[in-house]
């Protein structure tokens, strides 16, 4: 059963299945928003909703940043549920393949609760009738072999690879532990 717009609204059975275990990663807005019966997942869902995002990890500690064309940003790829998605990690992972072309898997010694749950404000677009609104991104670490990266050019127009230790903030110290554990369990 994927996440559909009835079933999107709670927490999946292999992401966020324990709120009380993930109180500290996730904001009250989100955890009030996940009790209301609207569709947290869905992207018609206002002033706020779930998007998924994949930090994408090479084997030399790289992390892949695309350019998004809208909003002139590097952002980590990512974006909206779709129906036929099973699990967060399953949106991360399509998302990560439609906008690079790259595959992978979840990082290895990590549990399907995300790494990082991102809350990021996101200008109104008139264009598509949405207002300005949230998104609470949850984003996975995921293990990508080297590989050519092919965009998705309607919405990214670059791509770079960068070191986990130029990633700031609270994602970047995250994923730097989350590398040193992988390493120190080889």
Not at 28 to 57: D, E, K, W
Not at 70 to 97: F, I, K, Q, T, Y
Not at 154 to 164: C, I, K, N
Request: net charge positive; charged share 25%; hydrophobic share 35%.
């Amino acid at each position: 059963m994927g996440l559909s717009k009835t079933n999107r609204s709670r927490p999946h059975s292999n992401n966020i299945s324990n709120l009380t275990r993930m109180k500290r990663k996730i904001s009250p807005p989100l955890l009030s928003a996940a009790a209301r019966t609207a569709p947290v997942a869905a992207r018609s869902t206002f002033p706020y909703h779930v998007t998924c995002g994949a930090i994408a990890v090479d084997a030399a500690g790289r992390v892949l940043q695309i350019r998004h064309k809208e909003l002139e940003r590097w952002l980590l790829p990512g974006g909206h549920l779709e129906n036929e998605d099973e699990s967060l990690v399953d949106a991360a992972l399509r998302e990560l393949r439609e906008e690079t072309g790259i595959t992978g898997n979840l990082f290895p010694n990590e549990p399907f609760a995300p790494i990082d749950i991102d809350p990021h404000p996101i200008p109104e677009n008139a264009a598509k009738g949405e207002p300005a609104h949230v998104h609470f991104d949850c984003r996975f670490m995921i293990e990508v072999r080297p590989g050519s990266v092919t965009l998705q050019t309607t919405e990214v127009d670059g791509h770079r690879w960068q070191p986990a230790q130029s990633l700031s903030g609270r994602v970047g110290a995250r994923v730097r532990a989350a590398l040193v554990a992988r390493e120190r369990s080889k």
